[in-house]
């Protein structure tokens, strides 16, 4: 997780750009929620997805990497397939989490550049909506128009807000069908060039203490 005060790495469980945070923010730490987690990696480390799992959230998470072993001892509560992201029944996966076409949190990281739009594409043929939506773009080393911008057009057509733009790395959007403003204020930042990934560096200035979100953990003794 990242320190609060330092803002650096402590220990590498919950997500580097803070993914999973910004989802209890927004749907408060009560809630128990459903997550589609696509190029989840490993169950824990550096996992957008496994604190909200702690929280009582279920899912289903996919990645080409075979961390099969690891995701039976680590998240009971999600399915997860060491398959190709683009093979996978999404339609049939998404009703196992609810019939009705929605689901409350997206998160996709893959890694080639174009992937990650395509596969948002492949996702909304499904015909479910998503509240909230966390998805990279790499664009501090690949050019804007190879997934960022395309990204944003989509999902702006869609429907969807983005509520924390970030020119470097990954967006943060929301349904604002399902999401009300004042769930989601708080992460409204300014897009100032800082490589810093926000809102680390936002939530530290108005001393919103995030870090209550994480319980200690031991890896080797979960």
Same mark, same amino acid.
Not at 13 to 26: K, N, P
Not at 110 to 115: F, K, M
Not at 151 to 165: A, I, P
């Given at each position: ?28 730490k ?37 961390y099969?072993?690891e ?23 998404f009703?196992? *989490? ?7 949190? *997206? ?10 739009f395509?596969?948002?594409k ?11 939506i966390? %998805?990279?773009?790499?664009a ?8 960022m ?5 989509? *999902? ?31 992460? %409204? ?12 560096k936002? *939530? ?5 203490d ?6 200690? %953990? ?5």
């Amino acid at each position: 997780m990242i320190n609060y005060k330092t803002l650096k790495y402590d220990n590498d469980i919950g997500a580097g750009g803070m993914q999973d945070v910004y989802a209890l923010i927004v749907f408060g730490k009560e809630y128990k929620g459903t997550f589609v987690d696509i190029g989840c990696r490993h169950p824990v480390e550096h996992n957008n997805t496994y604190l909200l799992e702690k929280y009582g959230w279920e899912g289903y998470a996919v990645d080409l990497e075979y961390y099969t072993p690891e995701w039976k001892q680590y998240r009971p509560n999600t399915t997860y397939q060491n398959l190709d992201a683009f093979t996978v029944n999404y339609e049939k996966q998404f009703a196992k *989490l609810n019939p009705e076409p929605l689901i409350d949190f *997206l998160s996709i990281d893959l890694e080639i550049p174009g992937e990650r739009f395509n596969i948002l594409k492949r996702v909304f043929e499904t015909g479910y909506e998503f509240k909230v939506i966390t %998805i990279e773009h790499d664009a501090y080393c690949h050019p804007p128009e190879t997934e960022m911008i395309p990204q944003r057009e989509f *999902l702006t057509s869609q429907g969807y807000t983005l509520v924390r733009k970030c020119d470097v790395i990954e967006d943060f959007w929301i349904n604002p069908k399902y999401i009300e403003k004042e769930q989601y204020e708080i992460l %409204i930042t300014h897009n100032d060039g800082n490589p810093e990934i926000q809102p680390w560096k936002f *939530l530290k200035g108005i001393e919103y203490d995030w870090t209550n979100f994480y319980d200690k %953990i031991d890896l080797q003794n979960l």
